[in-house]
């Protein structure tokens, strides 16, 4: 497991990065520089239109105590249904002190655990959203919208989840507000519409969908932290932010451990965690179910 945290110097919050990480720290921290990690010698510009995928949050960091805060929220997102890495995240997050748990959606498509997983968040999560894929199997978003592993996933998925679960999922909202936080699948602006927030243009077009000064969203399978002021993976002590939390269940920022975020209501504190599985495990179980080659295959490089 590694955890990225954001702690406080100079009234500016930075990642704080070990000296004994691993191989990927060296090569990675020093490449995509700001964030939980020592910057490098020279920060990226950033522009408008670039992808925000460029600058990737580390693989890497030390486990600190943020200390006691007014609530500790778990927010996982896009499980799509890999139950060895939701468990292994739900294990993690039983000792982690954490007092709740919130779920941003896409339960269902491309694993092949849909029912299982849709069962063990209506378990464990306090509050959970509807996503793309969750809509999709439903037929509420057209199955045309999805490329074709997608679809070729949900079409199965359909007959894998029962009728109650698919109940549960009808009935999900779109967006969430809670402990002064909004909570979305991909994005607070036309949230039913299932657009990407990948560039600092569209993170801009949506800060205005939101009043809280914390907006959690997941989708791309990319964690990243974005400024209103335009910063990427950079928190002051104030300001407006919208943090994706990443993917538990296919993640594609090219690290294969399933990630999660925590999020401290009292410090302000956010952490990045990033759980190890047994990804050979959701492999096969796709293989068994006749799911795509591709859909094994991403989830050992995280793409």
């Known amino acids: 497991m590694s955890l ?76 799509h249904g890999n139950l060895p890495a939701f468990e292994a995240v739900l294990k993690n997050i039983d000792t982690s002190a954490v007092d709740v748990i919130y779920c941003l959606g896409d339960t269902v498509g491309y694993g092949p655990y849909p029912d299982e997983c849709v069962t063990l968040v209506r378990e464990r999560c306090a509050v959970t959203l509807k996503g793309n894929h969750d809509s999709g199997l439903l037929l509420e978003t057209p199955l045309e919208d999805f490329n074709m592993y997608g679809m070729k996933a949900i079409l199965w998925s359909r007959k894998e989840v029962s009728a109650g679960n698919q109940a549960f999922l009808r009935d999900l909202p779109f967006t969430a507000v809670q402990h002064e936080c909004t909570f979305a699948h991909a994005s607070p602006h036309l949230p039913d519409t299932w657009r990407y927030v990948l560039t600092l243009r569209a993170a801009q077009e949506n800060f205005g969908a939101f009043t809280t000064d914390v907006c959690f969203i997941g989708h791309t399978h990319v964690p990243v932290i974005i400024g209103e002021d335009g910063s990427i993976n950079r928190m002051k002590n104030k300001g407006r932010y919208i943090i994706n939390v990443g993917s538990v269940g296919q993640p594609r920022d090219h690290n294969p451990d399933a990630a999660f975020g925590i999020f401290d209501t009292g410090s302000k504190f956010y952490q990045l965690v990033r759980v190890p599985y047994d990804i050979q495990k959701s492999m096969q179980a796709i293989r068994s179910a006749g799911l795509p080659e591709f859909l094994a295959h991403r989830l050992s490089l995280g793409i």
């Open 4 to 79: 990225s945290f954001w702690s406080i110097s100079s009234g500016v919050m930075r990642w704080s990065c070990p000296s004994a990480c691993s191989f990927t720290c060296s090569r990675d921290c020093a490449a995509r520089g700001s964030g939980n990690v020592k910057r490098a010698a020279r920060r990226p510009r950033m522009e408008n239109g670039r992808c925000l995928k460029e600058f990737l949050l580390p693989f890497c960091s030390e486990v600190v105590n943020c200390g006691l805060g007014i609530m500790r929220i778990a927010i996982v997102s896009d499980i």
